[in-house]
């Protein structure tokens, strides 16, 4: 070669990119930036040797127990997108269709719960028949065709409903139905962030209701087979292990018991990589970081550095959760169709819901026992996070015992405790979200993911962490 050839081009080295958090937004972030395979070089990092964040499946005696989330909605396509894509299109699973069905409990007694309050159009035969509401509460569901839009102002889920439909529906059927899924009281949830649909269609339509309702569209829905909730034949366990194996096979690397110290911008003597994460085996460089942790914890980390973010993180709370699983031999409760029942918080008691598992989902239980899963949030929550499993058995078994009448033993019990098990989207959280996303515009290479931006469920986790990704491969381009 002459002296005069041009020099050929130097192949650029991937983007080294870390992770930080192993639930399951941190290693859809990693799944998605390894596409395709030496896209990247991704490092997850992991605090604890388990990975999955809350979802934990564990099998025992031939029952199959979730001491986190047991499903995911299947209006919301990413998270069966996901499993598809890595194989698992055979192991999904619908409810039961015979068991489809929820109740609630309200002064000693199982009403069924109306369906489909949280999507509309809403049946309002349905909701304005249930003998969950006295006849005054009928009555004012029923005029909710006639009640004006709001302003479109953020306002509480309660006065959202209350507004709509009147105080029961409030207290009896959306109170019960939300404390299990955003962490909070009704009066304290912002209706914008947790139901941002019903805002629009509210605002679109004028009501949430049909007005008439032998519509077509009550009768569809009304004859549609498909089950609301999808989840996975082993365990949603079962997506965590097909995201590690399908990462290791990539080539990202999983550091699993490695807490990252401190994050912060490289010095300028530093290599160009513009970040640095603080180990307790030293300092490494990455030239761009998506944080997959709890909003308090990214907050911690990004505190010295990027105060005005860690000041938008920490405004978010999040509401605690015990789990119990309880396995019995022989048929509980008996003669009652269904997937569970929820209990409305003014209520008084320390159970928010039971899920009769064996009946909700195949191959959960041997055949002829069974399997409920108790469910205790909020203050009752907290009062046992530092308690005896024991004494958390002990408890739901003497609610099983007043509700359902459950006198036998269990043959098998598990409890699962989650300090941080939802966040709580307060009055102001999407204006709050919005300017943390602002700020992190002007730090290239920082991203922030998790149940605490704009949807608490799997989909929603698995639909950041792959915008995430987008937008880095973007910024790389």
Same mark, same amino acid.
């Given at each position: 070669?002459?002296?005069?050839?041009?020099?050929?081009?130097?192949?650029?080295?991937?983007?080294?990119?870390?992770?930080?958090?192993?639930?399951?937004? @941190? #290693?859809?972030?990693?799944?998605?930036?390894? %596409? /395709?395979?030496?896209?990247?070089?991704? *490092?997850?990092? &992991?605090? =604890?040797?388990?990975?999955?964040?809350?979802?934990?499946?564990?099998?025992?005696?031939?029952?199959?127990?979730?001491?986190?989330?047991?499903?995911?909605?299947?209006?919301?396509?990413?998270?069966?997108?996901?499993?598809?894509?890595? @194989? #698992?299109?055979?192991?999904?699973?619908?409810? %039961? /269709?015979?068991?489809?069905?929820?109740? *609630?409990?309200? &002064?000693? =007694?199982?009403?069924?719960?109306?369906?489909?309050?949280?999507?509309?159009?809403?049946?309002?035969?349905?909701?304005?028949?249930?003998?969950?509401?006295?006849?005054?509460?009928?009555?004012?569901?029923?005029?909710?065709?006639?009640?004006?839009?709001?302003?479109?102002?953020?306002?509480?889920?309660?006065?959202?409903?209350?507004?709509?439909?009147?105080? &029961?529906?409030?207290?009896?059927?959306?109170?019960?139905?939300?404390?299990?899924?955003?962490?909070?009281?009704?009066?304290?949830?912002?209706?914008?962030?947790?139901?941002?649909?019903?805002?629009?269609?509210?605002?679109?339509?004028?009501?949430?209701?049909?007005?008439?309702?032998?519509?077509?569209?009550?009768?569809?829905?009304?004859?549609?087979?498909?089950?609301?909730?999808?989840?996975?034949?082993?365990?949603?366990?079962?997506?965590?292990?097909?995201?590690?194996?399908?990462?290791?096979?990539?080539?990202?690397?999983?550091?699993?018991?490695?807490?990252?110290?401190?994050?912060?911008?490289?010095?300028?003597?530093?290599?160009?990589?513009?970040?640095?994460?603080?180990?307790?085996?030293?300092?490494?460089?990455?030239?761009?970081?998506?944080?997959?942790?709890?909003?308090?914890?990214?907050?911690?980390?990004?505190?010295?550095?990027?105060?005005?973010?860690?000041?938008?993180?920490?405004?978010?709370?999040?509401?605690?959760?015990?789990?119990?699983?309880?396995?019995?031999?022989?048929?509980?409760?008996?003669?009652?169709?269904?997937?569970?029942?929820?209990?409305?918080?003014?209520?008084?008691?320390?159970?928010?819901?039971?899920?009769?598992?064996?009946?909700?989902?195949?191959?959960?239980?041997?055949?002829?026992?069974?399997?409920?899963?108790?469910?205790?949030?909020?203050?009752?929550?907290?009062?046992?996070?530092?308690?005896?499993?024991?004494?958390?058995?002990?408890?739901?078994?003497?609610?099983?015992?007043?509700?359902?009448?459950?006198?036998?033993?269990?043959?098998?019990?598990?409890?699962?405790?989650?300090?941080?098990?939802?966040?709580?989207?307060?009055?102001?959280?999407?204006?709050?979200?919005?300017?943390?996303?602002?700020?992190?515009?002007?730090?290239?290479?920082?991203?922030?993911?998790?149940?605490?931006?704009?949807?608490?469920?799997?989909?929603?986790?698995?639909?950041?962490?792959?915008?995430?990704?987008?937008?880095?491969?973007?910024?790389?381009?």
């Amino acid at each position: 070669m002459s002296a005069s050839s041009p020099s050929p081009p130097q192949e650029r080295a991937p983007r080294r990119i870390a992770v930080v958090g192993g639930g399951i937004s @941190g #290693l859809s972030a990693a799944y998605f930036l390894s %596409r /395709p395979p030496g896209a990247a070089q991704v *490092t997850v990092f &992991e605090a =604890s040797s388990h990975w999955g964040g809350i979802i934990v499946t564990e099998e025992g005696g031939g029952f199959v127990m979730e001491g986190g989330p047991d499903s995911f909605l299947a209006a919301k396509p990413e998270a069966a997108e996901l499993c598809r894509q890595l @194989g #698992l299109r055979d192991e999904l699973m619908e409810t %039961r /269709p015979s068991h489809r069905r929820s109740y *609630t409990w309200w &002064e000693g =007694s199982f009403y069924p719960l109306p369906t489909g309050i949280l999507n509309p159009p809403i049946r309002l035969r349905e909701l304005a028949g249930s003998p969950l509401l006295s006849p005054q509460g009928r009555e004012r569901a029923a005029r909710e065709p006639e009640i004006p839009a709001g302003g479109g102002e953020d306002e509480s889920v309660g006065d959202f409903f209350h507004r709509r439909f009147g105080r &029961e529906v409030v207290r009896r059927i959306a109170e019960p139905l939300l404390a299990g899924v955003f962490g909070g009281g009704v009066d304290e949830i912002s209706m914008q962030a947790a139901f941002p649909r019903l805002c629009r269609y509210e605002q679109l339509h004028g009501c949430l209701c049909l007005r008439d309702t032998s519509d077509q569209a009550a009768e569809s829905r009304e004859a549609a087979p498909s089950s609301p909730f999808l989840t996975l034949r082993g365990g949603l366990a079962t997506l965590v292990e097909a995201l590690l194996r399908d990462c290791r096979r990539s080539g990202v690397e999983l550091r699993s018991g490695r807490p990252v110290q401190a994050l912060r911008p490289a010095r300028r003597e530093s290599p160009p990589a513009p970040f640095l994460l603080d180990l307790e085996e030293g300092e490494e460089a990455f030239d761009a970081v998506v944080m997959a942790l709890p909003a308090p914890a990214s907050a911690k980390l990004l505190a010295p550095a990027w105060p005005d973010l860690a000041d938008a993180l920490a405004s978010v709370d999040y509401s605690p959760a015990v789990l119990g699983a309880l396995a019995y031999s022989g048929e509980v409760p008996q003669g009652r169709p269904g997937s569970g029942f929820i209990i409305p918080p003014s209520a008084g008691r320390d159970l928010l819901a039971c899920t009769w598992v064996h009946q909700k989902w195949r191959r959960r239980a041997p055949r002829g026992h069974s399997l409920l899963r108790g469910y205790l949030a909020g203050e009752p929550a907290r009062r046992m996070l530092q308690a005896e499993d024991a004494k958390v058995i002990s408890l739901l078994r003497r609610e099983f015992l007043d509700l359902m009448d459950v006198r036998q033993d269990p043959v098998l019990s598990r409890v699962w405790k989650l300090p941080q098990a939802l966040p709580v989207y307060r009055l102001g959280h999407r204006s709050r979200m919005a300017a943390l996303k602002k700020g992190l515009q002007e730090v290239k290479g920082l991203t922030c993911i998790g149940n605490y931006l704009d949807g608490v469920g799997l989909p929603d986790c698995i639909r950041q962490a792959r915008q995430a990704a987008r937008a880095l491969a973007s910024d790389a381009s």
